[in-house]
């Protein structure tokens, strides 16, 4: 369900440049939390493994744009994002079973965080739909 409301969104174009290069709208805060998927492996913490999600998407051209725009800001950014657990979910594979987690009181803040981080990234983009793979 939620996976199909999420290819609903993002199944066309979002915040294309038009004619005159400006950039059309961003997704609503509503739009973003469910089609946002990858788009929170920019802040995952960076765990010194060979291997790191968030180091590799921090690689990434637009992302190394808006931080060399905005160097101070993003690392901060980084930093608090990193330590927040996005995922409201936890699989316990032996069991096969799906447990929701209990609402963290930062949530909200930290949502609204992540929106702007895309509200800025997005500038960086011809289509912002390449943030959220």
């Known amino acids: 369900m939620q996976q199909?409301?999420?290819e609903s969104i993002t199944k066309n174009p979002i915040g294309s440049k038009n004619e005159k290069g400006e950039k059309g709208p961003p997704l609503s805060p509503e739009h973003f939390k469910i089609a946002q998927n990858n788009f929170?492996?920019?802040f995952f913490k960076d765990d010194n493994k060979k291997l790191n999600i968030g180091r590799i998407y921090r690689k990434k051209i637009p992302f190394q744009q808006w931080y060399a725009a905005n160097t101070e800001k993003v690392q901060r950014l980084v930093d608090e994002l990193g330590t927040y657990q996005f995922?409201?979910?936890y699989i316990d594979r032996e069991a096969n079973q799906i447990y929701?987690?209990?609402d963290?009181?930062?949530g909200p803040e930290m949502e609204r965080?992540?929106?702007e981080s895309y509200l800025h990234i997005r500038?960086?983009?011809d289509d912002d739909r390449t943030l959220f793979i």
């Open 87 to 89: 995922r409201r979910w």
């Open 123 to 125: 500038e960086y983009v």
């Open 4 to 6: 199909d409301k999420a």
């Open 40 to 42: 929170r492996f920019f």
């Open 104 to 106: 963290n009181p930062r």
């Open 113 to 115: 965080k992540l929106y």
């Open 100 to 102: 929701n987690l209990p």
